[in-house]
């Protein structure tokens, strides 16, 4: 069974930083991108950032860029999301997720876990 | 940046009714777009991709059709559980990824 597991949520102020984290099990994790999306509070969704299997491919949204790294451990099938200058309007609910594409990327998710709660906020 | 714009907001059905969700992009995606499931307190669920394959395990009364700019969810039976918010998303033109605002379906 495919589970994604977050952690790391916590209340911080604005241009604080945060490390998320996200344990994945029950699938061969380096044969797979993985994905961070995020849903502000009664909102939509969000796609934030992207890694390939080995690392060596990442991609952010505008609204992170140059604030935000995403980086993953495969010996330990985990996955990360380093939050830098964190304001306000980060405040969500962050999605770790699975790309559905084993051989290659196909950019859609097929498994999330149950998210972690940032709050930004003085 | 690809904009996906989803009719309605809000579509009040009963249960056995059969649900039509539209999903517009402001260009063509060709037939790189999914449709998700979200229930309150719950991660979403995928249920379409590449604009007409159902996702494993996902009912058939779950259907997916369009090309281009417009796309369609079907729901030819609405049953119970299918009350939730239903988000489409594209992958065609990224970064970045974008979904639509989502249109939330609920009992009448």
């Known amino acids: 069974e495919v589970q994604l597991v977050e952690s790391g949520g916590v209340v911080v102020q604005p241009g604080g930083s945060l490390r998320l984290s996200c344990a994945a099990s029950?699938?061969?994790?380096?044969?797979?991108?993985m994905h961070w999306v995020r849903q502000a509070p009664g909102k939509g969704l969000e796609w934030v950032s992207l890694?390939?299997?080995?690392?060596?491919?990442?991609y952010y949204a505008d609204s992170v860029k140059g604030r935000f790294t995403i980086s993953r451990d495969n010996s330990k099938n985990s996955l990360y999301l380093q939050m830098n200058s964190l304001r306000t309007e980060d405040t969500a609910l962050y999605y770790c997720?699975?790309?559905?594409?084993?051989?290659?990327?196909?950019?859609?998710?097929?498994?999330w876990g149950q998210g972690t709660l940032v709050t930004v906020s003085s | 940046e690809i904009v996906l714009t989803q009719s309605p907001a809000t579509l009040s059905l009963s249960p056995g009714e059969r649900a039509t969700l539209s999903c517009r992009a402001s260009q063509s995606v060709s037939s790189y777009l999914a449709w998700y499931q979200q229930k309150p307190g719950q991660a979403p669920r995928l249920l379409i991709y590449?604009?007409?394959n159902r996702a494993t395990g996902i009912p058939a009364r779950f259907s997916g059709s369009g090309s281009g700019t417009d796309f369609t969810l079907t729901i030819s039976s609405l049953e119970p559980e299918d009350f939730a918010v239903y988000y489409c998303q594209q992958r065609s033109n990224w970064p970045p990824l974008t979904f639509g605002p989502g249109t939330k379906v609920d009992i009448k």
């Open positions: 997720a699975k790309d559905i594409g084993a051989a290659a990327t196909a950019y859609y998710f097929d498994y």
């Open positions: 029950g699938f061969t994790f380096d044969d797979y991108t």
């Open positions: 890694i390939s299997w080995d690392g060596g491919s990442t």
């Open positions: 590449d604009a007409s």
